[in-house]
């Protein structure tokens, strides 16, 4: 069975960090590009990074360069996101994804297979 469980989310103030983690099982994780995504309330999901396993490229949405950083442990078949100097706009429901690489566009919900069930972060202000 395939599991992304995704861990770390809860409440920080304006200009603090949190680390998110995304563990996978069910599936041959050196195969998948694990992404992040994020939605708000009322708006779309939106892609913020994404990492591929074997060669460790990393992308990032334009809004988090410079304060987020994906990472992944094969060992543990795990996939991280640090996020620091957070803003109240940083606030959603972060999901991770996995899609069967290589992917066309990390940004787009439709190239990912599976998901995980969120975690929440809020930033407040």
């Known amino acids: 069975e395939v599991q992304l469980v995704e861990s770390g989310g809860g409440l920080v103030q304006a200009g603090g960090s949190l680390r998110l983690s995304c563990a996978a099982s069910g599936f041959t994780f050196d195969d998948f590009a694990i992404g992040w995504f994020r939605q708000a309330p009322g708006k779309e999901r939106e892609g913020v990074s994404c990492?591929?396993?074997?060669?460790?490229?990393?992308y990032y949405t334009d809004s988090v360069k410079g304060r987020f950083t994906i990472s992944r442990d094969n060992a543990k078949n795990t996939v991280y996101l640090q996020m620091n100097s957070l803003k109240p706009e940083d606030t959603a429901v972060y999901y991770c994804a996995a899609g069967l690489g290589p992917l066309s566009y990390y940004y787009i919900k439709y190239e990912y297979d599976y998901w995980g069930q969120g975690t929440q972060v809020t930033v407040s202000s």
């Open positions: 990492i591929y396993p074997r060669d460790g490229s990393t």
